[in-house]
């Protein structure tokens, strides 16, 4: 039967750790009836708007920018150069959320948007806020009382950590980040400098959001943030969608049929790439393309959505470790939330090997001066994908592309807190590994369950 041959195909190379692309071949079906509707989307957007000034004044570092908390987009036609990729082929810009203030990564969208609808519910059912009132209530003494009895907690690799523990610390909140013990040591530090509770367990991310997720069920007016399963992350992440298409249209790049947009997004459990999808898709339809990058350690929501929605898997399943360098993105399942709305949305995923993430931080480096963590250089392999290899062109063919009027957006997203030392060892490594280069491999789209 050939989709048993495909499937086994797609296995071999997931089980191999080869550099894959997978096409979606269920792009463009229908989404799930409870799928986030457009005044969902809408409705985070205003939020994270009214509590701007709420923002600016929690921390001075926002106060140039009215407290919003948005990245700039960046032409980087010196990267795309350097990563063998032309002008004919469309135009490379990079989205800049490693440099996002406060959290320093993509995590403050969706992190910062569920801690204020969190501290908006709480103040609205105290009768402290009314529906209308200035959020810049919630940083008032008698506001940071009332948090103080309130405990937030979250598990989390590193990233979403820092976002929700710096502002519901910031809120007054007991605040409580889980962490795999492998989480880097300068991120538990930072925490709890800001009186954050770091608390450490043994094993991966899961075992870390297990377990926060159990002592918050046992702690009572405990609010665990769920990246296993929030909507509310998601909603903040989808939000950035609207400011991205804001940039295009000012860097006077049109997104249509003879314009399409291409968005690389490194993908950890799914909520940050899978938001922004969705609010992308919601703006721009078939004329924007997305594809999420993961690591051949852990590719998730590929090894997901290749099997179906129906059957949960992991990618210790089909006997991978989830070690990799990329900390953002050790992530062994995907959100069970984000999977079925990826169903339909996502143009594919490619899987990428450690070393080929030092090798393209470093051309971020040498090119546009952008220190990138790795997770975060997970989108620079992205073009190249499309145009290189057969999956890519027929990909191109299939859809009737023309890149010459193309965007490619690279979404950097993470980078900007990571102190001097690792930044230099990272560089090292991609200068030690220089001319390592990802293999292409044809794309297979099914994995069949049978072969588990
Ligand atoms: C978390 C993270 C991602 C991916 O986000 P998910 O919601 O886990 O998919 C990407 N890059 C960095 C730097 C991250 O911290």
């Known amino acids: 039967m050939p989709s048993t041959l495909l499937s086994s195909d797609l296995l071999a190379g997931l089980q191999q750790r080869r550099p894959l692309l997978w096409l979606n071949p269920n792009l463009g079906s229908t989404l799930p009836v409870d799928a986030p509707h457009a005044d969902d989307l809408a409705e985070a957007a205003a939020r994270l708007q009214r509590c701007a000034p709420l923002m600016a004044t929690l921390f001075a570092e926002l106060s140039d920018t009215g407290g919003k908390v948005e990245s700039i987009l960046t032409a980087a036609e010196p990267l795309q150069i350097a990563a063998g990729q032309n002008q004919q082929q469309g135009a490379w810009y990079i989205k800049r959320d490693d440099a996002l203030a406060v959290a320093g990564s993509i995590k403050a969208r969706g992190g910062f948007h569920e801690v204020l609808a969190l501290a908006e519910s709480i103040a609205l059912e105290d009768g402290l806020l009314t529906p209308d009132g200035d959020r810049r209530l919630l940083a008032s003494e008698r506001a940071r009382k009332l948090f103080a009895t309130h405990t937030v907690a979250v598990g989390s690799t590193g990233n979403l950590g820092l976002s929700i523990g710096v502002l519901a610390a910031a809120l007054g909140f007991e605040t409580v980040v889980h962490m795999?013990?492998?989480?880097?040591?300068?991120?538990?530090?930072r925490l709890r400098a800001r009186g954050v509770r770091v608390v450490e367990h043994e094993g991966d991310?899961?075992?870390?959001v297990a377990a926060g997720r159990e002592e918050a069920l046992a702690t009572s007016r405990c609010h665990f943030v769920d990246?296993?399963?929030?909507?509310?992350l998601f909603l903040g992440y989808a939000a950035g969608a609207r400011h991205l298409a804001l940039q295009l249209a000012e860097a006077g790049r049109p997104v249509d049929a003879a314009h399409p947009l291409f968005v690389y997004l490194p993908c950890g459990v799914g909520g940050a790439p899978g938001g922004l999808t969705y609010g992308l898709k919601a703006l721009f339809g078939r004329n924007v393309h997305c594809f999420f990058a993961e690591p051949v350690a852990s590719p998730c929501m590929l090894l997901q959505l290749a099997i179906g929605p129906q059957q949960p898997v992991s990618v210790y399943d089909i006997g991978l470790d989830n070690q990799t360098d990329a900390d953002g993105l050790a992530v062994g399942q995907a959100s069970p939330f984000v999977g079925p709305l990826m169903a339909s949305q996502l143009s594919g995923v490619y899987t990428v090997r450690d070393e080929q993430l030092y090798v393209d931080l470093l051309k971020a480096k040498q090119t546009m001066g952008i220190e990138l963590e790795p997770s975060a250089a997970a989108g620079i392999s992205g073009p190249a994908w499309l145009t290189l290899s057969p999956g890519g062109?027929?990909?191109?063919?299939?859809?009737?592309?023309?890149?010459?009027?193309?965007?490619?957006?690279?979404?950097?997203?993470?980078?900007?807190?990571?102190?001097?030392?690792?930044?230099?060892?990272?560089?090292?490594?991609?200068?030690?590994?220089?001319?390592s280069q990802t293999h292409f491999v044809d794309t297979v789209s099914v994995i069949d369950p049978r072969c588990l």
């Open 227 to 232: 990246d296993e399963r929030s909507r509310m």
């Open 205 to 208: 991310y899961a075992k870390a």
């Open 393 to 435: 062109r027929s990909y191109l063919r299939t859809h009737d592309i023309d890149l010459t009027g193309a965007t490619h957006v690279i979404w950097a997203t993470g980078g900007s807190l990571v102190p001097q030392p690792e930044h230099r060892r990272f560089q090292e490594r991609g200068r030690e590994l220089r001319g």
């Open 180 to 189: 795999s013990t492998d989480a880097k040591p300068w991120k538990k530090d």
